[in-house]
């Protein structure tokens, strides 16, 4: 299972966290869990600070008990990594890293794009939670914020 770790405030980031909760479907349930960067407890519990939230979205490798691994994958990289994950995404990912200056252009894009989503895409009122969020069996949140 992987933790995606989007902006919760950011009409841009919402719209793709829940277009992924469409096209992922009963399979993505499964693989994908969602944790808006205004969640402290959480990313407390995954090892995730504010600076690293700063750095753009984040993915996260889960141990079947639903603790961070050191796989980890920011900003472009994670929105490639979520790509490949996806049925038949590999294919496309690779066909994308494979054009020469793709990758830089799309670094610098996604870079922009982070920097200035407030203004390019507005900010919401309120923080989406995802309806697909990580849970950890036998657990609620207050009880276990410390890993």
Known sequence: ???????????????????????????????????PMQDDVT????????????????????TAAGEATDRRWQGSDAAEEIGRLLPMGGAFVQAYRSMPGAKAAGDRTYTFVRDNRYQLFGK????????????????????????
């Open 1 to 35: 299972m992987y933790a995606v770790i989007y902006d919760g405030n950011c009409n841009l980031c919402v719209t793709l966290v829940k277009f992924l909760e469409q096209i992922a479907g009963s399979e993505g349930s499964a693989r994908f869990g969602y944790v």
């Open 124 to 147: 919401r009122d309120r923080t989406y939670r995802s309806q697909q969020p990580i849970t950890w069996p036998n657990c609620d949140q207050s009880q276990c914020a410390q890993p």
């Open 43 to 62: 990313l407390r519990r995954l090892g995730v600070s504010a600076e690293d939230c700063e750095m753009g979205m984040l993915l996260i490798e889960l």
